[in-house]
């Protein structure tokens, strides 16, 4: 089993920024391929960006420039920082592990609200 526990969203002005953590823990073996999803109300989950165990990484066209993703191995955590943040970005934000075994797991979520 693998838990993923998402922490740092909140309410931010646009224009603002916020740093999203996904802290992983349990049978996690080698360095799995992690996504950030994001779900508003009335939608459909999206990709927001995702990172390879390599460290390639892959961004939406809608948080491109604004968007950093990144992993600390020795931490097992992964990390999302936003910048220039609009109130298009509000949503739940989801962290994703693809597990060895081909399972996805996922985190339970934090809510990023971007409004003045």
């Known amino acids: 089993q693998v838990q993923l526990a998402e ?6 002005q646009p224009g603002g920024s916020l740093r999203l ?6 049978s996690i073996f080698g360095l799995p391929k992690m996504d950030w ?3 508003a109300p009335g939608k459909e989950r999206e990709l927001v960006a995702d ?6 990484t892959n961004y939406a066209d809608s948080v491109k420039g604004r968007v950093t993703i990144s992993r600390d191995n020795a ?3 992964m990390y999302l920082q936003m910048n220039s943040l609009k109130p298009e970005d509000t949503a739940v934000y989801y962290c994703k592990l693809r597990h060895i075994s081909g399972i996805d797991f996922w985190g339970q979520g934090t809510q990023v609200t971007v409004s003045s």
Request: aromatic share 4%; glycine share 20%; hydrophobic share 25%.
């Open 7 to 12: 922490s740092g969203g909140g309410l931010v």
């Open 21 to 26: 953590s996904c802290a992983a823990s349990g």
């Open 37 to 39: 999803y994001r779900q």
């Open 51 to 56: 990172i390879s165990s390599s460290g390639i």
């Open 75 to 77: 931490k097992n955590t």
